[in-house]
Nanobody
């Protein structure tokens, strides 16, 4: 059974930082492209950041470019999202996702496995 479990969310003031982690079980992430995807209240899910199987290539949604960093540790079967300079508009449930396409993928419909999501709330 594949499981992706997110942690590290919570409440932070604007300008603060959080680091999300996603630990996978039931699959070996070294053969998967990985992503963070978020859903704000009343809005559709949107791509945030993605990383290819080796970690050599990444892609970011324009509004988080330069503030967020996605990384991975294949030996620990874990993906991270470092979020700096957080803004109230970053408030959302953040999901970790895996695709068996090894490249970085921005189309969220191509992700095969999803975590349960974790809340990130940024106060102004």
């Amino acid at each position: 059974q594949v499981r992706l479990v997110e942690s590290g969310g919570g409440l932070v003031q604007a300008g603060g930082s959080l680091r999300l982690s996603c630990v996978a079980s039931g699959l070996t992430i070294s053969t998967y492209g990985m992503a963070w995807i978020r859903q704000a209240p009343g809005r559709d899910r949107e791509f945030v950041a993605t990383i290819n199987w080796s970690g050599s290539s990444t892609e970011y949604e324009a509004s988080v470019e330069g503030r967020f960093t996605i990384s991975r540790d294949n030996a620990k079967n874990t993906v991270y999202l470092q979020m700096n300079s957080l803004k109230p508009e970053d408030t959302a449930v953040y999901y970790c996702a895996a695709t068996n396409l090894r490249n970085f993928i921005t189309a969220i419909d191509l992700y095969d496995y999803w975590g349960q999501g974790i809340q990130v709330t940024v106060s102004s």
